[in-house]
């Protein structure tokens, strides 16, 4: 169990990916899409998780996270009961100064949308904001993916 403390952008350009370390596909669904109790299972590669989420703070940069790794056949098992809506998304981490952006390009039904996230040790740490870095979103519900499956992109 953890205290995570992240801020959330959107992206502005593609330049990203000419940058980018490595790319991985990803795809979850939400046994629990509550902002108190998020739950959540992911297939990243070829590993599957499960993670639950607190609410987040007033800002919306710092919450609660624990997360194990399952197996993915049973990941599999559990999207069977998931809460309608699969997110299905490129992830493609991206170093900027100390830090390493996941950037997260959509697809479906967000389709068109790409966010960036750093994880942070502090809310106020500074960091290199890279140029293909754009509008902060951090504490915007919209963009939570729990969100995103209930009210995609495309429907905006």
Request: proline share 3%; charged share 30%; net charge negative.
């Amino acid at each position: 169990m953890a205290q995570e403390i992240e801020r959330k952008f959107l992206v502005k350009s593609d330049a990203f990916k000419t940058e980018a370390l490595a790319k991985m596909r990803i795809t979850q669904g939400y046994l629990s899409s509550i902002p108190e109790r998020t739950v959540r299972v992911r297939i990243k590669g070829e590993k599957g998780f499960l993670t639950i989420k607190g609410i987040g703070n007033e800002s919306g940069a710092s919450r609660y996270e624990w997360e194990k790794e399952i197996a993915v056949e049973e990941v599999n098992q559990l999207l069977k009961i998931c809460e309608p809506g699969v997110i299905d998304k490129t992830r493609f981490n991206v170093k900027s100064g100390e830090h390493t952006f996941e950037v997260d390009e959509f697809y479906g039904d967000n389709e068109g949308l790409v966010v960036a996230e750093i994880e942070l040790s502090s809310e106020d740490e500074n960091f290199e904001k890279p140029s293909w870095l754009g509008e902060e979103v951090t504490g915007q519900v919209k963009y939570y993916n729990s969100m995103l499956m209930k009210t995609p992109y495309k429907n905006w």
